[in-house]
């Protein structure tokens, strides 16, 4: 389903300032980048998104998580679970993650994301912005998601008492070829962790 956003707003253009990415880079030590972390609930996006932070503050980098619930209690709390809700959340959630990676911010985007139509549609934002962006495919059996089911969505949603949930009665798209694909089923967090510190080493975006 396509779903075009319309602009109301007219004759707005962009203000560039006089501090550039590069500076911004400089002050910082490191660049920006989004790393969008996709999956079922259940599957570890938060749980790694948090140790990712951690492990960056570490080392004296910059970031900050955008996670689920936490912008739907906010920003996001007059949107819903329908198919052009979750768009709009989609939308609002990459145009936020990628002024933060403007700013040189190394954004931690967790969101279930289901489907692959809205996660390109915020690779594309990026690209436009010729920012970096990952996509991390937090790849987690629905079996053992749902055994896990932290916040009992999954009993609900069985019991008939959410609808549309993703991976029980609204399909998950799982990326074609993502940056990172992580097993939560078979690597430990400390793997987790490590894998996407070493990418980011690796393109040169952290020392």
Known sequence: MTVTVERKA??????????????????????????????LSGSGKSTI???????????????????????RLGINSN???????????????????KLFADSGVVVLSSFISPYREDREMVRRMHEEGNLPYLEVFVDCALEEAESRDPKGLYKKARAGEIRGFTGIDDPYEAPLSPELHLRTDRM???????????SLQARGIIA
């Open 10 to 39: 007219t004759n707005v253009h962009w203000h560039e300032g006089d501090v550039t990415r590069e500076d911004r880079a400089s002050i910082l030590g490191h660049k920006g980048v989004t790393l969008w972390f996709t999956g």
């Open 49 to 71: 998104a948090v140790a990712v932070e951690k492990a960056l503050a570490a080392r004296g980098v910059l970031s900050y998580r955008l996670d689920g619930d936490n912008i």
């Open 79 to 97: 949107l819903g679970f329908s198919a052009e809700d979750r768009k709009e959340n989609i939308r609002r959630v990459g145009e936020i993650s």
């Open 188 to 198: 430990s967090l400390e793997e987790e962790v490590e894998t996407v510190i070493s």
